[in-house]
């Protein structure tokens, strides 16, 4: 079992700029995949960014690709996902995700944290 505690969220303007955290505890974290996934009120969970197990595998939406940056520190059990520029549209409640197969596929993860809101104002 893993558990997930997401934090960082918050209300910023846009281009302002959010660093969200996500700490494991439970079993080993170094071998998992890990991800990001955000929901907006009324759409469904979709994808933001995967990080692999060596962590030279990233992955993001298009949506996001050159404005966020995932990264982990094993040795901490944490990832990370800096957001720079943020959107309006980026407004959503941000969910860190683990053991995924495949890292765009939701159904996929075996563990989810509470999520935590981040609401970016024009």
């Known amino acids: 079992q893993v558990q997930l505690v997401e934090s960082g969220g918050g209300l910023v303007q846009a281009g302002e700029s959010l660093r969200l955290s996500c700490a494991a505890s439970?079993?080993?974290?170094?071998?998992?995949?890990m991800a990001w996934f955000r929901q907006a009120p009324g759409k469904e969970r979709e994808f933001v960014t995967a990080i692999g197990s060596n962590v030279g595998n990233t992955y993001y939406a298009d949506s996001v690709k050159g404005r966020f940056t995932i990264s982990r520190d094993n040795a901490k059990n944490t990832v990370y996902l800096q957001m720079n520029s943020l959107k309006p549209e980026d407004t959503a409640v941000y969910y860190c995700?683990?053991?995924?197969?495949?890292?765009?596929?939701?159904?996929?993860?075996?563990?989810w944290g509470q999520g935590t809101q981040v609401t970016v104002t024009s």
């Open positions: 995700a683990a053991g995924g197969t495949v890292p765009t596929a939701r159904r996929t993860y075996d563990y």
């Open positions: 439970g079993r080993t974290f170094t071998g998992y995949l």
